[in-house]
C-alpha cells in the first residue's frame, strides 16, 4: 500500500468517526431530554428502542442537510430494510396484497370452516400520517384475523409529505367503500359487519372516515358496525391537556412530535409548531366552545393526580389560523365535531395508554360519545405508552405489554 492511499484510508477512517461521535453525542442528548417514568411497561426496552429510533432519525437528518436523502425517506428505508420482517403466513391464514380501487390493501382471510358470513375489519395503521405501512402492521393483523377469525383489510394509504390531507382520508374511504360494495360476493364477509379501526393517525382516519360517512350517508352502502381507535389522535385544538402535560418527554411520541405529525399532515409548514404547542391558532370565538369540550374537569381525578397546569391565556393570530384552520375541522380533529354528527357514529372501542400524550384525546371522545348515549366500550393500558401496538410480536423489538393492546382488539371483534 502507497503513502497516499494509506492517507485517504486513514483520513475516511477519522471522518467516519467523527461522523458517528456526532451521532453519539446527539442521541445522548435526546436521551436526556426523554423521561420514562417508573411506572412505563418495559422502561429499559423502550429506552433501547427510543435510542435506535433517534439514531435513525439524526443519522437521516444529517443526510438531509448535506442534500443526500429526505430524512423521511432515510427512516423510512432503514425501518423497512432492517426492522422490518415478514415472517411465512402461519397455518389457518390466507393474506393476499391486492388493490381496492386502485389502493393498496392486504387481505388476511381465516382458512377455518366458518357457519355463515364472516365479520369484517378494515384497519389503518399509524405512523402521524408520515411513517408506517401495510408491512409495519402485518403481525397485529394476522392475531386480529386468526384469532377473532375476521377477514381483515390492512390499507397502504398515502403518506405525507408526499401527499397532503385529505389524500390518506380519501384512500381509506376509496378501500373501505369497495370492500363493502364486493365483502359477500367476492369474500364470504357480512357487509353488515364490517368494522373500521387503526392506532394513532390511523384512528384519526377511523375516526375521522365515521364522520364523513354520517355526513353523506352514501345509501348503497352499509355503514360500519363500528369503530375501534387504539391511543387515537383526535384533534388538534389543544396541546396543554393533562395527558401532553404530564407525558411530553414520554418516547416514542413527545408532545412537539405531535404538532409536527399535524403540520405534515395538513401542508408542510413547519415553523408553526410552536405556535400550535401556544395555542394562537385557535380563534377567540371558539375558544369558549373548545374549552368546554376539552375542560380537565372532564377527566377523572386518577388522571390529574401526576400534575397539571392552566396554561397560559394564548393570544390569537389569525395568519396562524388561516394557514391551518382546516385541522379544526372534524375531519382532522374528530373530538371537535357537532353532536348532530357524533349522534350518526357507530359504536366504539376505545383503547387509551396512561403515558401517552394522546390519553386525553382518546378519553374525552369517549366522554362525548357516552353523554350522548352512544356504545362505549374502553380499556385503558397503565402501563402503556404511545406505540406500544408496534412491538407486538417483533423479535428482539418485542414489547411484552403490546399483547394486552392486540387481545383488548380481539376481544372486541370477537362481540361483533
Not at 435526546?30 to 429499559?44: F, Q, T, W, Y
Not at 382458512?111 to 400520517?129: N, Q, S
Not at 384469532?147 to 390531507?165: D, F, I, K, M, N
Request: overall charge negative; glycine content about 8%; some cysteine.
Amino acid at each position: 500500500m502507497d503513502i497516499g492511499t494509506a492517507i485517504l484510508i486513514i483520513g475516511f477512517a477519522a471522518l467516519f468517526a467523527a461522523f458517528l461521535l456526532l451521532v453519539i453525542g446527539l442521541v445522548y442528548s435526546e436521551l436526556m431530554n426523554s423521561d420514562i417514568p417508573r411506572g412505563v411497561a418495559n422502561r429499559g426496552k423502550l429506552r433501547t428502542v427510543h435510542g435506535l429510533f433517534v439514531g435513525i432519525a439524526i443519522v437521516g437528518r444529517i443526510l438531509d442537510r448535506l442534500g443526500i436523502c429526505h430524512q423521511v425517506s432515510f427512516i423510512r428505508w432503514f425501518v423497512g430494510r432492517f426492522l422490518t420482517r415478514l415472517k411465512p403466513v402461519p397455518a389457518g391464514l390466507r393474506v393476499k396484497d391486492l388493490k381496492f380501487s386502485e389502493v393498496p390493501v392486504r387481505l388476511y382471510e381465516p382458512t377455518a370452516v366458518c357457519e355463515g358470513l364472516r365479520r369484517g375489519l378494515v384497519y389503518f395503521h399509524g405512523g402521524g400520517w408520515v411513517l408506517g405501512n401495510i408491512d409495519s402492521v402485518d403481525e397485529v393483523c394476522r392475531h386480529i384475523a386468526k384469532e377473532s377469525g375476521t377477514t381483515v383489510v390492512s390499507v397502504g394509504y398515502r403518506l405525507a409529505p408526499e401527499h397532503r390531507y385529505p389524500a390518506q382520508l380519501d384512500d381509506c374511504e376509496s378501500a373501505l367503500c369497495h370492500f363493502l360494495s364486493v365483502a359477500e360476493a367476492e369474500f364470504s364477509v357480512d357487509s353488515d359487519r364490517v368494522a373500521v379501526g387503526g392506532d394513532g393517525t390511523g384512528a384519526n382516519l377511523a375516526a375521522a372516515l365515521c364522520q364523513r360517512l354520517a355526513r353523506t350517508a352514501v345509501g348503497h352502502l352499509p355503514f360500519p358496525c363500528a369503530q375501534l381507535l387504539v391511543y387515537p389522535a383526535l384533534q388538534m385544538a389543544d396541546f396543554n391537556l393533562p395527558s401532553y402535560q404530564q407525558n411530553h418527554a414520554v418516547p416514542i411520541l413527545f408532545r412537539g412530535r405531535m404538532a409536527f405529525y399535524f403540520l405534515q399532515y395538513l401542508n408542510g409548514d413547519m415553523y408553526l409548531c410552536q405556535d400550535l404547542l401556544e395555542g394562537i391558532h385557535v380563534p377567540t370565538e371558539l375558544k369558549p366552545r373548545y374549552k368546554e369540550l376539552l375542560s380537565p374537569s372532564n377527566l377523572s381525578p386518577e388522571f390529574l393526580a401526576r400534575g397539571y397546569s392552566e396554561p397560559p391565556t394564548a393570544e390569537y393570530n389569525g395568519e396562524v389560523y388561516h394557514a391551518i384552520k382546516a385541522g379544526l375541522e372534524h375531519e382532522v380533529s374528530p373530538l371537535l365535531a357537532d353532536d348532530e354528527v357524533l349522534r350518526k357514529t357507530p359504536p366504539s372501542f376505545i383503547l387509551t395508554c396512561e403515558y401517552d400524550v394522546l390519553r386525553d384525546d382518546g378519553i374525552l371522545y369517549r366522554k362525548r360519545l357516552l353523554d350522548l348515549e352512544k356504545d362505549v366500550t374502553w380499556r385503558h393500558v397503565a402501563d402503556g405508552f404511545h406505540g406500544m401496538i408496534n412491538f407486538f410480536n417483533q423479535g428482539w423489538l418485542t414489547i411484552r405489554s403490546a399483547a394486552q393492546v392486540v387481545e383488548s382488539v380481539v376481544d372486541y371483534m370477537n362481540t361483533l
